[in-house]
């Protein structure tokens, strides 16, 4: 039975493993963003709002992507090719499942709960944005939104995001 000090521990790296997953994957994003030509001062990671996301300008605004069609107007300007968009989209998923794969590759301190929380964290993402998708027939997060850019390439990369992190997770 754990005691008081052990279950504030846990709760205490458990929330920092949280968040270190979360800022990884908005950098991922970012990082994707300036890799296919999105210039710094047009977008910005907030994390201070839920969900925490890369932010696009309209001139003085900042647009989140919960501004759907408006978030989609702007980011074509800069994701003329289905590829961009893709590696755009896909580049949260992507940095945080390298991420995961070193951390737990090098065994640094609590691998195994950084695995679990960031493998339940895409598990539940992917069943929350399937039923959004089903519930509204728009794309409403990452997962539905490669699917959304292409079928194929965006399925692909689902299947390869959650099939690499299951195999991290293996690897604990």
């Keep these: 039975m754990l005691d008081l000090h052990q279950w504030l521990l846990a709760a205490l790296v458990w929330s920092i493993a949280y968040y270190v997953i979360v800022v990884v994957h908005e950098t991922g994003h970012y990082l994707a963003g300036l890799l296919i030509g999105i210039p710094p001062r047009e977008m910005k990671i907030v994390l201070s709002k839920f969900p925490q996301h890369v932010a696009?300008?309209?001139g003085e605004q900042w647009v989140s992507p919960l501004e759907t069609s408006r978030y989609v107007q702007l980011a074509e300007r800069f994701m003329p090719t289905t590829p961009k968009a893709l590696a755009f989209v896909a580049g949260g998923f992507i940095l945080e499942t390298l991420f995961l794969l070193g951390w737990v590759m090098l065994r640094l301190?609590?691998?195994?709960?950084v695995i679990i929380l960031a493998l339940g964290m895409t598990l539940l993402y992917l069943i929350a944005d399937v039923v959004m998708f089903l519930k509204t027939r728009q794309a409403c997060m990452d997962f539905s939104g490669l699917f959304s850019i292409s079928p194929l390439w965006g399925g692909t990369l689902v299947v390869l995001i959650v099939g690499a992190q299951l195999w991290i997770f293996t690897l604990r």
């Design 109 to 113: 301190p609590y691998h195994q709960v």
């Design 56 to 58: 696009l300008r309209e």
